[in-house]
């Protein structure tokens, strides 16, 4: 008769599945609060200390630790030794292993580190040639069906259980090594620690990725929360690698604002944005920043997604939409275009780090998190900024901190009308921000996502009409700007911290 060893802290499933193996002529073997489990659902179960002939020990820490079970799992039986140790020692076979490891995210402490339950996994899933190894309540189903169909569970199918078992235990000890991690920091920075383990789950398949000839998948950081987990697509055709990479960048800038706002991306920059006292104002002021560069972007909206809003956007050619909400009238107008891709999504979490990858190794650095808080910022200028001003100083430097560096950025009224992004230098920055304001830079506030190192952007920037800067400031040139601000008659401030993003 095959024997299954269950040992799972989430029960979920767990009777239905023992009871289908019972009928299937299986016996079961159990332990704890699995065995109660069973037993409650009045199935038949041999206890694990009959097995080993011990109790559970140590307040349960030991408990399968045992070479009555893990010679049952570990043991070769087309090994004649393998089989003789058997016979010697009285130690019976065991055919399934079913295991669900202690919840250790859940409350991180020595005491949910578990030790048995990973030993349990790792020893069936080495010997997956004859034993199944099962780690998740969605495994249950096919394990049964295999049985049911032919009596066995395949060659390829316990394979792939084993190899699905190994992340799990891999998973679950990088979560672990993280925790420990958190007091593991570099001593003389003390930021980051010396050590950091990444478990990758994938999530999702992408079309393509940077370009069609490449292949994309989307990957979770185990351990790490992500809004993409409980993202919904509501329609549209699948994602690709671009267009993960620009709702995420719409998502996290609009989220910045507490007031509605809007952002339209292009290749991981706005190129648009608005802030507004409605979310149709603000999808189309942002629009309005760069309509031509809109065309195949990507929109983020931090309200819920109307029917006017719906229908202000689908005479615009976009790829991605993301809201939090849609209403139903506007998500029966958005889901007429088949190929646009909806998202339904929560608010971004922002822990964890910033992880990028270069040539054979990983950057990790803390997440940028500008700061709107213009009660820290320092006019440096003669010129002292109106309320209007200070409101859209906030505006254009969230914004620009979203833009890739060099960065200008060219706010009016609360809505972008002028980016200059990815320049080698800042006076063509911000010369490609003026020009693509236009009339519209007369009294706008500009930002600049770095200190400028001459004058020559300022004074780019006053000629166009610009009446504020907010910068940085730090260069050894400050006095300069801060001259140019004054001769031209505008107000500069300094807020003292850098947004470079590359």
């Known amino acids: 008769m095959p024997r299954a060893l269950f040992s799972v802290h989430d029960k979920t499933g767990v009777a239905d599945f023992a009871r289908s193996l019972c009928e299937l002529g299986w016996e079961l073997l159990a332990s704890g609060g699995t065995a109660k489990e069973l037993r409650d659902a009045a199935l038949p179960v041999v206890d694990i200390a009959e097995v080993t002939g011990y109790p559970a020990i140590l307040g349960h820490r030991v408990v399968t630790l045992h070479p009555a079970v893990h010679g049952g799992i570990l043991a070769d039986t087309a090994n004649a030794t393998h089989r003789e140790d058997l016979a010697r020692h009285n130690i019976e076979t065991i055919d399934l292993v079913c295991v669900g490891l202690y919840p250790f995210e859940s409350n991180p402490g020595i005491e949910l580190i578990d030790v048995g339950g990973p030993a349990l996994v790792r020893g069936a899933a080495k010997n997956h040639a004859r034993v199944v190894v099962v780690t998740d309540v969605s495994q249950y189903e096919q394990v049964v069906e295999e049985l049911r169909s032919s009596g066995v569970v395949s060659s390829e199918t316990r394979r792939d259980l084993a190899a699905r078992a190994f992340a799990v235990t891999a998973a679950y000890d990088a979560r672990v090594a993280a925790w420990f991690a958190q007091d593991d920091v570099v001593p003389e920075r003390g930021a980051l620690p010396d050590r950091v383990t990444l478990r990758l789950e994938r999530e999702a398949t992408l ?296």
């Open 207 to 502: 079309r393509y990725g940077e370009n069609p000839h490449q292949r994309g998948a989307r990957y979770r950081v185990v351990g790490e929360r992500s809004w993409w987990s409980s993202a919904e697509q509501l329609g549209g055709k699948e994602m690709s690698y671009l267009n993960v990479l620009d709702a995420d960048a719409a998502w996290l800038l609009v989220n910045r604002f507490s007031e509605p706002a809007a952002a339209v991306i292009k290749h991981a920059n706005p190129c648009g944005l608005s802030t507004a006292d409605n979310i149709e104002s603000a999808y189309l002021r942002a629009h309005a920043c760069d309509p031509l560069s809109a065309f195949g972007g990507v929109v983020g909206l931090n309200r819920a997604m109307t029917k006017a809003t719906a229908e202000a956007m689908v005479g615009v050619f976009t790829e991605v939409v993301i809201a939090p909400e849609f209403d139903p009238a506007a998500l029966e107008v958005l889901q007429t275009k088949k190929n646009l891709r909806i998202l339904r999504a929560q608010a971004p979490f922002g822990d964890g780090w910033s992880l990028r990858g270069v040539d054979g190794a990983v950057l990790v650095q803390d997440h940028d998190t500008p700061s709107a808080d213009t009660s820290r910022w320092r006019v440096v200028s003669n010129t002292q900024p109106t309320a209007a001003q200070w409101h859209d100083a906030a505006v254009a430097w969230l914004t620009c901190a979203a833009v890739s560096s060099n960065a200008i950025v060219l706010v009016r009224d609360a809505s972008a009308i002028g980016i200059g992004a990815g320049q080698q230098n800042r006076v063509d920055a911000a010369r490609i921000a003026c020009t693509r304001a236009g009339d519209r830079a007369k009294g706008a506030v500009a930002a600049s996502d770095a200190f400028f190192p001459f004058r020559d952007g300022p004074d780019v920037l006053a000629s166009a009409g610009v009446s504020m800067i907010v910068q940085p400031g730090g260069s050894q040139r400050d006095d300069e700007s801060i001259a140019a601000a004054n001769e031209h008659g505008i107000a500069m401030v300094f807020t003292d911290t850098r947004h470079f993003r590359h």
